[in-house]
């Protein structure tokens, strides 16, 4: 976290009203997840990882976020 927390505060605080995307893995991911909602990284299994996973945070004017969606991948689930 320590090296993608100066990253973010600073993203967050030129594009704080603006939408966002942001690509990395899931390692990082997990924990960029728990440090913005406020969740101890003991309990990891709450934001399980899935590859191409799309989850959507409200970042607050505080830095910390509310989860819209988490790990979704219903793009992949596409008929045959």
């Not at 976290?1 to 973010?8: D, G, I, S, T, V």
């Not at 009203?17 to 690509?23: N, T």
């Not at 997990?30 to 003991?42: A, C, S, V």
């Amino acid at each position: 976290w320590k090296r993608a927390e100066a990253f973010f505060h600073q993203l967050f605080s030129n594009h704080m009203d603006q939408k966002l995307l942001v690509c990395s893995h899931g390692r990082q991911i997990r924990i960029i997840l728990h440090k913005l909602t406020g969740i101890d990284m003991e309990d990891a299994s709450i934001y399980p990882h899935k590859n191409t996973g799309l989850s959507i945070l409200k970042i607050k004017e505080d830095f910390t976020a509310i989860s819209e969606k988490l790990n979704d991948a219903t793009h992949l689930m596409v008929p045959v």
